[in-house]
């Protein structure tokens, strides 16, 4: 079965405080962003041996400073977009290849609640997505 992942900084991540600051500047009412990146793997029925293999795949996760989250469903969460490059890019992990899907951008508003359809479309067409290059997925 094909599984979404998403790896996130679970340190300061100056990317996502510089978002959320330009998109405050651009109209779009957003407190604070989280972003992270969202790969597919086939998980062979086995998802805790597919969270050890790419825990240990240094080249897209580090225990210091990643969080791992295996996601319910392979679309985004509710307050967030996904950033799609229109050619996916296809990597080799330990034991099985992947595909990094997307950066996932959750934006979320006062109180921690996420933002509503028309302010993640406004933060994408305004600052998140290049449609030249990239599409948005919410």
């Known amino acids: 079965m094909t599984r979404a992942v998403a790896i996130a900084l679970k340190i300061p991540d ?13 109209g779009v009412g957003v407190e604070r962003v989280e972003r992270s990146e969202i790969y597919f ?19 897209i996760f580090n225990p210091n400073t990643h969080r791992l989250t295996v996601l ?14 229109l050619d996916p890019v296809t990597l080799s992990v330990s034991k099985g290849d992947g595909e990094k899907a997307a950066t996932s951008w959750r934006l979320l508003g006062r109180n921690d609640a996420s933002l509503d359809q028309e302010a993640l479309r406004a933060a994408a067409e305004r600052l998140l997505c290049n449609p030249a290059i990239e599409r948005a997925v919410y």
């Not at 990317?15 to 651009?26: D, G, I, N």
């Not at 319910?72 to 490059?85: F, L, M, S, T």
């Open 14 to 26: 100056n990317t996502a405080f510089t978002a959320a600051v330009a998109l405050r500047r651009l």
């Open 72 to 85: 319910d469903e392979a679309a985004p969460r509710p307050g967030e977009v996904w950033i799609e490059p």
């Open 41 to 59: 793997f086939d998980d062979g029925g086995d998802v805790p041996a597919l969270i050890e293999r790419i825990t240990a795949d240094e080249t």
